[in-house]
């Protein structure tokens, strides 16, 4: 796939033909350096941004092509089949913990009730469960992040895409999260695409894409990792 970035007479071509295949349960990680592309492939393959409109690109996901979904479509898409890991959280300061992981069920047109639950499932699956009614600013940095990632879940998703996922916590707290992600991969089959600059994060997961000016140089499969 290309993406190419344009200001006035400024080209900027972001990804420059990038071609994978990711399966169901794998876990994965995009790394590279700062500006390579990783974050845009990404937001390309999750639909955030739209890939060049060159003949022949095709996005997959579950089978469904979202490159020519509207963008109404694509954003409930979004809500029902995937879920989204930031580094910043980007959790909603107003809610509780159980409010937030339940938002993406609503906005999909599920019933408050069933949402709740599902909710409050989704933060059980994370450690959290007791923390349900408390908001963002009631909890430690590792304890948001985690609530980041029950709301990633609570919609039973096909793929979870996760952008630096522990680059706002400290050491402790990182090792915990991806020691977390690694144990939903395994339990739940969790296909995760994990961008990461990070060498130990990248070594847990079993396949590493490397990224480099907009293209993938080197796919290594890994094998079972702990």
């Known amino acids: ?13 972001a990804l420059r033909g990038a071609s994978l295949e990711i399966a169901r349960g794998e876990m994965v990680a995009v790394m590279g350096p700062s500006g390579c592309g990783k974050t845009t ?3 390309c393959l999750s639909g955030l941004e739209r890939i060049d409109d060159d003949e022949g690109q095709s996005i997959l996901i579950d089978g469904e092509e979202i490159t020519t979904m509207p963008d109404r479509a694509k954003t409930l898409y979004r809500s029902r089949r995937m879920g989204f890991i930031f580094q910043q959280f980007n959790l909603l300061p107003v809610l509780t913990a159980a409010e937030n ?9 599920v019933d408050h009730k069933t949402a709740r639950k599902r909710a409050i499932d989704a933060l059980a699956s994370v450690g959290l469960e007791a923390q349900a009614p408390q ?3 009631e909890l ?6 985690r609530v980041t990632i029950a709301r990633a879940l609570v919609n039973n ?5 996760a952008d630096e996922p522990t680059g706002a916590l400290d050491a402790e ?9 690694k144990r939903l991969n395994r339990e739940q089959s969790l296909t995760l695409v994990v961008v990461t600059h990070a060498r130990e994060i990248g070594e ?23």
């Not at 796939?1 to 071509?13: A, D, E, L, N």
């Not at 847990?204 to 702990?226: F, K, P, Y």
């Open 140 to 145: 430690s940095g590792g304890q948001q992040q």
């Open 101 to 109: 992981v339940e938002l993406p069920l609503l906005v999909s047109g």
């Open 173 to 181: 707290n990182s090792h915990e999260i991806i020691d977390l992600l």
């Open 41 to 43: 492939l990404l937001n």
């Open 204 to 226: 847990r997961c079993e396949r590493i894409l490397t990224m480099s000016d907009g293209v993938v140089l080197a796919d290594g499969r890994r094998g079972a990792s702990n």
């Open 1 to 13: 796939m290309k993406k190419t970035y344009r200001s006035g007479p400024i080209v900027v071509p």
């Open 157 to 161: 998703p096909a793929i979870v895409w």
């Open 135 to 137: 908001r963002p600013g």
